[in-house]
């Protein structure tokens, strides 16, 4: 089967001298990894359409179990990230989280609209890495299937509270004056905790529209990435890094 798509190139993997194997986050079919024959001569135009963080138009071939790269054009390259150490190893970190979650065998536009965004975010300096983290964190989650409950405390139904706790393994809140148990959870201020129901609830076009203090965005930051992690039950290598370079 013969299909044309577009897709951005989530992780690459160099096969002996002149070819390459790739994930892509693809509008049509979700994640799909692909070999791309001769990928890795300079003259050929699969060398920048099928190299990390592009954007390109592919034209995949499928047989019963694999995927092979037949014309690629390239639409974008977000070469800005590149030379950014910390928004790099950042993006990379999206693109474990789109590779374990994202839909395989069925349309994801969603997905990658939301990436493309955060990606061009990034590498126009429109929006700082936090704010981004966060909602790509969250928003992802929700798309996937795992939307937490935050209209009000679990116990006695208060909508806000001066300090409010986000149980992540729960996905669920407990205001400061139900809260008892000590297991692990997010607190957050009255600001925080509506930043945190923006990122599930806003529009798609105001989701990055919105403003926060320092100690909100680690806030913020520290629920997502604990629900993320909880809810995954794994680990990250490229958050792990990031957070070694930014001594977050």
């Not at 926060?212 to 680990?235: H, K, P, V, W």
Request: aromatic share 10%; net charge positive; hydrophobic share 40%.
């Amino acid at each position: 089967m013969k299909f044309q798509t577009d897709g951005l190139i989530i992780r690459e993997q160099n096969i002996g001298e002149n070819d390459r194997l790739v994930w892509v986050l693809t509008r049509s079919n979700g994640v799909v990894k692909a070999f791309a024959r001769g990928a890795k001569k300079l003259d050929s135009a699969k060398c920048s359409a099928t190299s990390l963080l592009s954007y390109s138009r592919l034209t995949l071939y499928k047989s019963r179990e694999n995927y092979i790269v037949g014309d690629a054009k390239t639409l974008r390259i977000f070469s800005k990230l590149r030379h950014d150490v910390r928004k790099m190893c950042l993006v990379q970190y999206f693109c474990e989280i789109a590779r374990h979650i994202c839909p395989r065998e069925q349309p994801a536009d969603e997905f990658l609209r939301l990436f493309l965004n955060s990606v061009y975010l990034l590498s126009e300096n429109k929006r700082g890495e936090l704010l981004v983290k966060a909602c790509f964190e969250m928003r992802y989650m929700c798309m996937a299937g795992y939307k937490p409950d935050l209209l009000m405390c679990r116990k006695c139904g208060a909508y806000s509270a001066p300090l409010v706790y986000f149980l992540p393994r729960e996905g669920k809140l407990e205001c400061c004056n139900c809260r008892r148990s000590s297991d692990k959870v997010a607190p957050l201020s009255e600001a925080a905790l509506t930043a945190l129901r923006h990122t599930v609830f806003a529009e798609d076009s105001k989701l990055f529209s919105f403003a926060l203090s320092d100690e909100g965005l680690r806030m913020l930051n520290n629920a997502t990435e604990l629900y993320l992690r909880c809810q995954l039950d794994r680990d990250f290598q490229a958050l792990n890094f990031y957070k070694t370079i930014t001594n977050g």
